[in-house]
C-alpha cells in the first residue's frame, strides 16, 4: 500500500515477530542481572505463568490475589516478574462469583515479547480496558491451580527452532 520510505501509522503481527525476539533476548539478559541469584527461580514462574496463561487459557491475562502478591513466596515472585516488567499490573479486581465475595485480586497482562509468532494469532487478547473480560474465577493463577489445569489440559506447545527451550514457553 506504500512504498518502503512512506510511513506507516500501524504496527503489524510481522513488526511484532520481527522485534520481539530481541527484546526477549534484552529481557532475558536483564533478568540474570538483575535478579542474580533468584534468576532461575523467576524463569520458571513465568514460564508457569505463560503456559497457565497462553496454553490453558488462551488468554494474555492471569489474576493473583492480592494477598498472595505479599504473604507467599510465588506471589512475591510475581511481583518480581512486574517490576522487572515480564508481566504488567493492569488493575485490582473482584471476581463476580460467591465463592470469592470479599477477595481482591490483581489482575497482570504477560508481556507482548513472550508470546509472539504462533501465540500471539492463537490466544484472545484482553485489553486493559476489557474489565469485564478480566473478572473469570478460572483466570486466577496459583501454582497449585496451574498443575491442577495442566494435568486436565494438555498444552499446546510452539515448536521452537532447532528445539532449543527459550525463557519464554
Known sequence: SGSPREPRN???AEDVNRV???????KEKE??????????????RFSQLATFSLDL???NVFLVEASDLEETEWGR?????????????????????SAYRGRRFEAFALDLSSYSGSRLERITHILPNEYEKMRRPQ????PERAAARAQEQVPLKPEQPGGQPTLFP
Not at 520481539?20 to 534484552?26: D, G, S, T, V
Not at 504488567?88 to 463476580?96: A, G
Open 77 to 97: 515472585e510475581v511481583a518480581a516478574l512486574a517490576e522487572l516488567r515480564f508481566v504488567h499490573r493492569i488493575r485490582n479486581l473482584s471476581i463476580q462469583n
Open 20 to 26: 520481539a525476539p530481541k527484546l526477549r533476548e534484552q
Open 139 to 142: 483466570l486466577i493463577y496459583t
Open 57 to 59: 487459557n488462551g488468554v
Open 31 to 44: 533478568l540474570s542481572l538483575d535478579a542474580g541469584p533468584e534468576a532461575h527461580r523467576l524463569r520458571s
Open 10 to 12: 500501524r504496527i503489524t
